[in-house]
């Protein structure tokens, strides 16, 4: 399976503080991708990265992607409440079409304020 | 610009039954993809469409159909329904890498 596989399964932290998820997968990739999703509602695109490349930024976000460790990881920085979600990782694997993506089975972070 | 719609968002059903769920992509969009997201097998891929041409498909039975309008639009449908079709079924639209999905529509088989 190219499943990717975050760690940690749940994380608990006090607003303010950073929230670092770490994703791990199995083939070679066209890019990796985090979603956010609230409860029992639809995913929200939050980063892209490509396979050349090592770090991506967006606002709070940060991403890193190490291809020879095949392992990516999210921080979020200065947590919110309002943060309080699942993140999955996804990947698009090397040859696939760009609409199939694996997910893995995604960290569930809460955000006490 | 209007997001990735899909309609029901809630319905119920019971074994045997067959079910359609539509999806409207974001303007624009050409691709939309579909995804069955349950506890405990988590999000897996079901199809992608292009231009009205399935382009992928995932590991599902047969049960499990969809296709694409000129439009764009999407449909998927289930057939003979089991109690393990029970889920959330999610459809993203995507231009390029980013894919965005609505809100799901979320199946209960009883």
């Known amino acids: 399976s190219q499943q990717g596989e975050e760690d940690p399964q749940a994380l608990s932290i006090q607003e303010g503080e950073n929230a670092t998820m770490n994703c791990s997968y199995k083939t070679s990739i066209n890019n990796l991708q985090w979603y956010r999703q609230n409860s029992g509602r639809g995913l929200v695109h939050l980063i892209l990265i490509r396979s050349n490349e090592r770090e991506k930024h967006s606002g709070r976000l940060r991403v890193t992607l190490d291809t020879s460790k095949k392992s990516s990881s999210l921080l979020i920085t200065a947590s919110r409440a309002a943060d309080t979600a699942s993140y999955f990782c996804?990947?698009?694997?090397?040859?696939?079409?760009?609409?199939?993506?694996?997910f893995g089975r995604g960290t569930q972070l809460t955000v006490w304020p | 610009k209007a997001g990735v719609t899909q309609t029901p968002r809630y319905l119920i059903k019971t074994r045997g039954q067959q079910v359609t769920l539509s999806c409207s992509p974001i303007s624009g969009h050409r691709s939309v993809s579909w995804y069955q997201q349950t506890p405990g097998q988590g999000l897996q891929f079901l199809f992608e469409?292009?231009?009205?041409?399935?382009?992928n498909k995932g590991n599902f039975p047969g049960r499990f159909s969809g296709r694409q309008f000129s439009n764009s639009r999407s449909e998927m449908n289930v057939s003979t329904l089991e109690l393990g079709d029970s889920a959330l079924y999610l459809c993203?639209?995507?231009?390029?890498?980013?894919?965005?999905f609505g809100e799901g529509s979320r199946l209960t088989v009883l």
């Open positions: 993203a639209s995507r231009s390029t890498g980013e894919l965005f």
């Open positions: 469409y292009f231009s009205e041409t399935q382009r």
């Open positions: 996804a990947t698009n694997g090397r040859g696939s079409t760009l609409g199939r993506l694996y």
